[in-house]
């Protein structure tokens, strides 16, 4: 039996007030987080600041993260056999997260973990500001919630003495210590914690949904339409075996573009317009060609998986439209081909137009070809989840 302790027990110094009770669209962040962990729950225990326990429902949290757990868990009931933790401030954390790191306890770990990779480069620091390493990049991730637990062993680790139980800043630290094995499962970029106002407005453009106060005082979401643009370039390949691919169409004895994947710069383009519209993020921290996955790759399907990710945000893709500059080679009789695979991959209308630099620029030199893409996408509503039902929460 899987219950979930949702914590949101601070008092949100660093926002400027509890960010947890900060309006998300037609509901609250906090509401959000709770509609995640019941849908993935048999019940679930929402741990707030105690002034705020008996007008929640929940359960009055401590001075420290850790505390506010504990105290959570002192309401899980014993029949519980996995516990999950979630922070009361990621409110995009969906079922399939949920479904990972249960399955991965499930299948033998102490505690799961989402993780994502970690794209900048990070320094060690001494006090004085010296670096004193620089970790290799590859090695580490950035951990999310919802992390998941055998109930024994998150309860054990808790009662672990020691200055780490009460610093600790997630669970999954306290369970190591404590000699649990602990596995990291796919994260989502998505899953951002809402910390800052940056990210409360980053979260409210996610779901295309900007919160206002009507003239009665309720606030009154309003989903616009959203627009995205995209662009990608590539020089052609000194490779005479390189095939040229735009809009996953094979352009036969043309020169290829040079490229970690297949190069397509149009379903690049295309990508990138969706994810911008969506809010989330761009091509390269969703495919890094860094990641060896990707080398070579079909980018039809790195179109599809980001329109997939458009419509799990909340949003119907309305159309893309792909702007082509290149002297060479012409589009034309390819165009029809190009439009109804981009379309498909997209599940959307794609237009693609072609353009000359009339001998202008490395362009008109033929060094290369460039793509501007612009996509165009709704909120259908189904980016908020309803109120949480109030059975099996304390």
């Keep these: 039996m899987v219950w979930t302790i949702v914590v949101a027990g601070g008092s949100g110094q660093r926002f400027g007030g509890p960010k947890q009770y900060e309006m998300l669209g037609s509901q609250r962040v906090l ?19 105690e002034p705020d326990a008996d007008r929640e429902g929940g359960v009055a949290g401590g001075i420290t993260r850790s505390e506010s757990v504990r105290a959570g868990l002192a309401h899980v ?15 995009f954390a969906d079922a399939a997260l949920f479904e990972r790191v249960v399955a991965a306890v499930a299948a033998g770990a102490d505690g799961a973990i989402p993780g994502v990779p970690v794209t900048d480069t990070i320094k060690q620091v001494g ?4 670096v004193v390493a620089t970790p290799a990049r590859a090695d580490l991730m950035a951990v999310q919630t919802p ?16 200055p780490l139980r009460a610093t600790a800043t997630d669970d999954a630290a306290l369970v190591e210590a404590a000699g649990g094995r602990v596995v990291v499962v796919a994260g989502d970029v998505r899953n951002r914690k809402i910390t800052t106002p940056d990210d409360l407005r980053w979260a409210r453009q996610a779901i295309g949904s900007d919160t206002v106060v009507s003239a009665e005082g309720a606030a009154v979401s309003v989903p616009p339409i959203r627009v995205g643009q ?30 970690h994947s297949d190069a397509d710069a149009v379903a690049h383009a295309a990508t990138d317009a969706l994810l911008g519209a969506a809010g989330l993020g761009d091509i390269g921290e969703h495919f890094p060609d860094t990641d ?49 695979r981009l379309s498909d991959a997209a599940g959307a209308p794609v237009t693609v137009k072609g ?33 949480p039902d109030q059975e099996n929460v304390e």
């Design 77 to 91: 009931p014993p029949e519980a056999t996995v516990v999950c933790v979630h922070d009361g401030a990621r409110p």
């Design 230 to 259: 995209g662009f990608d370039i590539h020089r052609f390949s000194d490779d005479p075996a390189r095939v040229l691919v735009l809009g996953g169409v094979v352009f036969e004895g043309e020169r290829g573009l040079h490229g």
């Design 31 to 49: 509401d959000w987080c709770v509609a995640a962990a019941r849908a993935a729950s048999a019940g679930v225990v929402v741990v707030v600041p």
């Design 355 to 387: 353009r000359r630099a009339e001998g202008l620029g490395a362009l008109g030199r033929q060094e290369g070809i460039a793509v501007w893409a612009n996509a165009v996408i709704i909120a259908t509503g189904s980016n908020a989840a309803g109120a």
């Design 147 to 162: 992390q998941a637990f055998r109930a024994a062993n998150l309860v054990a680790a808790h009662a672990q003495p020691g």
């Design 127 to 130: 006090a004085d500001g010296t």
């Design 292 to 340: 060896r996955q990707w080398k070579g790759a079909d980018s039809l399907q790195l179109l599809r998986r980001a329109a997939q990710l458009v419509r799990e945000a909340g949003f119907e893709i309305g159309n893309v439209d792909c702007s082509v500059v290149c002297e060479t080679p012409k589009l034309a009789p390819h165009k029809a081909t190009m439009q109804r």
